[in-house]
Structures are given as structure tokens and as C-alpha cells.
């Protein structure tokens, strides 16, 4: 596609439920990125994926949080057992991995998750 | 710990005027530092990028600098215009890594 696609753009959910959040990036861009903006901070790095490299996960903030990409194109973050404190902008960033600094990256428009 | 501080928290001016966002930042190693503006409920949209040999670099109206000695950024924005109205980050690439360190950025209003 044209840009980064995420969906749902918003998710309402129940304290305890589990959510998926899907990301389409663009076309031909192997690194994928999965970053949080949480109100009135920066955002925050949860995982990257990179090829048919294994994940760099070490941003995620707790084993409720895990993300898959399949056929190297489209990504899911799932969040289990949600938390009031999960609520934020969940953002998906997509590159051309050979020259990340020319090109740079491409966000989504975010999903925003609320937890009630 | 890697830091990325941004000044002012917010801006207001009027249509027209000039103004300059500031960015320091303590990542290490340093490899790059992107400017980009942030309209509400929107993804953020690059503006500028620089290596630790650029000194400037400009897109359009928008100029951002960088001092890789002294850790420091600033992004001036020229003749603003009300579409400039949106949030602008500042985020530092380390070298070696893929984690980006994002400023929380600046909310800049322009008003007619």
C-alpha cells in the first residue's frame, strides 16, 4: 500500500480482556516497529522485527505483550489480561531496512487503546 | 541512560512569525537525529534527517540544525503557517541499534 496501515484506529476494551492490534506496512519495507505514546510522553519502543531475523522484543513491558509478523508483511501486537495503565497510542513504523537513515521511517496513524 | 529533552513544552504564535523548537538529547553512540511534526490523532511525519556530519538541513520552510559537540538540535520553522499547528519530535538513532529515543516533543499552536 501507499503507507502504513493499522487497525482498528480505536479499540475500547474491558480491564482484563485480551486486544490484537494489527499493522500493514509498506510494501517491499522489511523492519517493522512497534512503538507506545502514552499521554504527554515520548514514545516508547516495544519490539522490532527485521526479515526473517528473531525479533528484537526487549521493549515490551511485561509477558502480556507479544507480537508476531507473518510472511514477513503484515504484523499483530497482542495484549492480554489488559490494564488501565495499557492505555495509550499504539504506533507501527515501517523501512527500508539496507538504508534506514536516507529513508527513514514510516508511521501509521496509531491505534488508540483504552482501557475501561 | 539515553535522553532526549525538548523545549518548549508548547508554543504559541501568531500566523506568520517565526520560531525555534529545541532538542538536547545524551544518546551514545549518536548516529542520526529526525525532526518530525505530529498532527492530532495522526502518525508522526518525517521532516528532516541528519548524521553526526550534517550541521543543517532544511525542508521547505522547516531548517533544523544539529551540533553533534554539544548535543544539540533546534528546528525553526519560517512564515508559519496555521497547518503548522501539530506536535514536533525530536528523535536520536544510536548507532548499532534500532531503538529510537524520542523527545515528548513540542506542541506548537500557530494563531490567525
Known amino acids: 500500500g501507499a503507507g502504513v496501515s493499522q487497525s482498528p484506529s480505536n479499540k475500547v476494551t474491558e480491564k482484563g480482556k485480551d486486544v490484537e492490534l494489527r499493522c500493514d506496512p509498506i510494501?517491499?519495507?522489511?523492519?517493522l516497529y512497534w512503538y507506545r505514546q502514552s499521554l504527554g510522553q515520548g514514545l516508547e519502543f516495544l519490539i522490532y522485527?527485521?526479515?526473517?531475523?528473531?525479533?528484537?522484543k526487549s521493549g515490551l513491558p511485561s509477558d502480556r505483550f507479544s507480537a508476531e509478523r507473518t510472511g514477513g508483511s503484515v504484523s499483530t501486537l497482542t495484549i492480554q489480561r489488559t490494564q488501565q495503565e495499557d492505555s495509550a497510542v499504539y504506533l507501527c513504523?515501517?523501512?527500508?531496512?539496507?538504508?534506514?537513515?536516507?529513508?527513514?521511517?514510516?508511521f501509521g496513524s496509531g491505534t488508540r487503546l483504552t482501557v475501561v | 541512560k539515553n535522553q532526549v529533552e525538548q523545549s518548549p513544552q508548547s508554543l504559541i504564535i501568531l500566523e506568520g512569525k517565526n520560531c525555534t523548537l529545541q532538542?538536547?538529547?545524551?544518546?551514545?553512540?549518536?548516529?542520526?537525529l529526525r525532526w518530525y511534526k505530529q498532527d492530532t490523532g495522526r502518525g508522526p511525519v518525517s521532516l528532516t534527517i541528519?548524521?553526526?556530519?550534517?550541521n543543517t538541513k532544511s525542508n521547505g520552510r522547516y531548517t533544523a540544525t544539529l551540533d553533534a559537540d554539544t548535543k544539540q538540535s533546534s528546528l525553526h520553522i519560517t512564515a508559519s503557517q496555521l497547518s503548522d499547528s501539530a506536535s514536533y519530535i525530536c528523535?536520536?538513532?544510536?548507532?548499532?541499534?534500532?531503538?529510537?529515543?524520542f523527545g515528548t516533543g513540542t506542541r506548537l499552536t500557530i494563531i490567525p
Open positions: 541528519m548524521t553526526f556530519s550534517e
Open positions: 522485527f527485521q526479515g526473517n531475523s528473531a525479533p528484537d
Open positions: 513504523a515501517s523501512s527500508l531496512a539496507l538504508d534506514r537513515v536516507s529513508y527513514g521511517y514510516t
Open positions: 528523535v536520536v538513532g544510536g548507532f548499532g541499534n534500532e531503538k529510537l529515543t
Open positions: 532538542c538536547n538529547y545524551t544518546v551514545s553512540p549518536f548516529s542520526n
Open positions: 510494501s517491499g519495507h522489511t523492519a
